[in-house]
């Protein structure tokens, strides 16, 4: 995929000022300057939406931050545009921060009016300032310049701008594969898997709703300087919708599909608006039902936009294996054998009136497989959450390594070493399964944002990928690395999971029903890997329902009913208790 997109890149690149040299009318060069400022608000939604899967409708008002900073500079301080550029980029990252630290903690349906919300009140916050002119803006600016070239608003403001818009691209496609990047795209399927990865979830939507915001700023500077004239009406509700609809139509997951979307819609606008007058024989703005229309029609049959249709005709090559010579990434210290890895103390949860979980304890010694069994009810997946800090405890201790992580949120524990999967496989489908895995390494790197798109980070990339390659050989997967993931069966997508745990490099590794939904012969591979793991020394910590399973090959069992502890002991002590039998299969009583 990254030659491909590099060769596009290239050709794009080209054709930039290949198109300035050809003798098109000024109407079709204006359009498409109006086309690249567009696409480039899109490119934030691209982030923002497609692929963090937070809802905006009021980037515009980001778009009249960088508008009206510039347009007030440049008129009232004689400050070079340029310099401009700069301080809108810093008010528009502190404004975004501050609205994203409060409204981001919302969900559903509440986001999206919120951003709403304060769309309208920075709309009607420029429109009543005097300093900023009202409602009839700021005029005469002074186009952008380059020593003694005026850039103005033809030919070489469409390179200027192209050249921004492409710059933007890459820098998200860079961003996009690396180590920030596939923790943003965790971020759509929901928070407990990433914060299980080590990923804190609610940083990185605040960070990638400043980026799209600082994208959105950049376009607005560049259409004050091409205006020449800044008012309130090009950055209300009416626009932040749009380009949210640009976005959409285009492919919002993908990030040509904002140039895509932001050309056919500006094009698409200007025809309708002449073209409905004339065939219905009155004025009015009838092209908004027909995108009204359109939008419906996108979204019930081509939910993923257009561009979507390109990429299903350009299949995904296999990424190139360029880390043959990387270096390990650091590895964690282990146990010593017979220490003990977890002691569980007196657990409790209580929900409400409702105690889940009773006063459990038991410990994991270094290099056993402890199996936490019990019927439906028992209170093991409660159990388990409580031990990974998905759940709080109502009272009660865990000591990982020795140390307490009893009040630690789940991230945390993950960064002291302890891996989990879950009951229902939680992956990134349209992601790789070499990608999936690699999200595992996460709390074994280091690199930001902007060295990710920079591509700075080159280095750690690969030894990540790596890393990722070894731990699916490990278990023997290793013919599936460049596989979608979201193609996998059932047995592959569960095995994908536990390599994706070993790649945090863990101490303890927790396997919440691995066993679910697997045909015979799949159940057998996962055996061999269990033992496989315990044979190299893991400490491995089980829930499962699967008896033949847990019986081959646990040295210890915990067995729960109604949440409290019923017994323990080794798998024979625990099959030949009436207790236990009782509690399966009931009693004649």
């Known amino acids: 995929m990254l030659k491909k997109q590099n060769i596009a890149l290239i050709l794009l690149a080209a054709a930039v000022p290949a198109i300035a040299l050809l003798p098109l009318p000024d109407f079709w060069i204006a359009q498409l300057n109006y086309i690249g400022l567009y696409a480039l608000v899109c490119l934030g939604l691209v982030l923002l939406t497609g692929v963090g899967g937070l809802t905006s409708f009021g980037q515009a008002a980001f778009v009249g931050i960088g508008a009206y900073t510039t347009a007030w500079l440049t008129l009232n301080t004689g400050m070079s545009p340029w310099l401009t550029l700069f301080v809108g980029l810093g008010l528009t990252a502190i404004s975004a921060l501050v609205v994203g630290l409060i409204t981001l903690r919302m969900s559903g349906h509440y986001l999206p009016l919120a951003t709403i919300a304060w769309g309208l009140a920075l709309y009607y916050l420029m429109g009543n300032l005097d300093a900023l002119g009202k409602y009839d803006g700021l005029l005469g600016l002074k186009s952008l310049t380059i020593g003694d070239v005026n850039i103005g608003q033809g030919r070489l403001f469409f390179v200027l701008t ?34 299980a990865m080590g990923i804190n979830t609610f940083r990185y939507k605040v960070t990638i709703f400043v980026l799209a915001a600082l994208f959105a700023c950049v376009a607005g500077w560049l259409l004050a300087h091409f205006q020449r004239t800044v008012n309130p009406s090009a950055f209300g509700l009416k626009m932040g919708i749009e380009y949210l609809f640009m976005a959409v139509i285009g492919g919002v997951g993908h990030v040509w599909g904002a140039i895509v979307g932001a050309a056919l819609i500006k094009l698409l ?16 703005s009838y092209e908004v039902i027909v995108f009204g229309v359109v939008m419906v029609l996108v979204l019930k ?28 990434l650091p590895a964690r210290s282990k146990p010593a054998a017979g220490d003990v890895v977890l002691k569980v103390d007196k657990i409790r949860k209580q929900f409400g009136g409702l105690t889940a979980v009773n006063d459990i304890s038991f410990e ?23 031990i990974t800090g998905v759940l709080s405890k109502t009272s009660g201790q865990v000591l990982f390594r020795g140390e307490d992580i009893s009040t630690l949120p789940s991230r945390e524990i993950s960064r002291q070493g302890m891996a989990r999967t879950f009951q229902h496989v939680k992956m990134i489908a349209d992601m790789t399964v070499l990608e999936n895995v690699a999200l595992g390494a996460y709390t074994r790197g280091s690199s930001g944002v902007l060295s990710s798109m920079l591509r700075t980070n080159k280095t750690e990339e690969q030894r990540m990928m790596k ?8 278990i023997g997967m290793g013919a599936y690395l460049h596989e979608q993931a979201g193609n996998l069966a059932m047995g592959p997508q569960r095995l994908m999971e536990i390599a994706r745990a070993l790649c945090c490099d863990p101490a303890l ?3 919440d029903e691995p066993a679910a939904g697997l045909r015979h012969k799949e159940k057998q591979g996962l055996i061999q890997v269990l033992r496989q793991l315990q044979g190299e020394g893991m400490s491995i910590l089980l829930v499962e329902h699967d008896m033949d399973l847990v019986m081959d090959v646990c040295d210890h069992l ?5 949440g409290t502890l019923l017994t323990r002991g080794t798998p024979a002590e625990v099959q030949a208790n009436p207790a236990v039998r009782a509690a399966y299969l009931g009693t004649e009583h």
Request: proline content about 7%; aromatic content about 6%; cysteine-free.
């Open 301 to 328: 049959y081509l939910p993923d936009g257009l561009w979507s249709l390109v990429a299903k005709k350009l299949p995904r090559p296999p990424r190139a294996v360029d880390w043959q010579n990387a270096a390990d």
């Open 467 to 474: 890393e990722a390659q070894r731990q699916l050989e490990r």
């Open 509 to 511: 590794l927790l396997l």
């Open 162 to 195: 192209w050249a921004i818009l492409l710059a933007g691209a890459v820098a998200l496609l860079n961003l996009l594969d690396s180590r920030p990047g596939r923790a943003i795209r965790s971020l759509k399927g929901g928070s407990q898997m990433a914060e």
């Open 364 to 386: 994991i010694p270094a290099g056993q497989i402890v199996g936490l069994i019990g019927p439906n009810g028992a209170g093991k997946s409660t159990t388990f959450n409580l």
């Open 269 to 284: 606008d200007d025809y309708l608006q002449v073209a409905l007058p004339a065939l219905i024989g009155t004025s009015g």
């Open 558 to 562: 915990v067995v729960m009913e109604f």
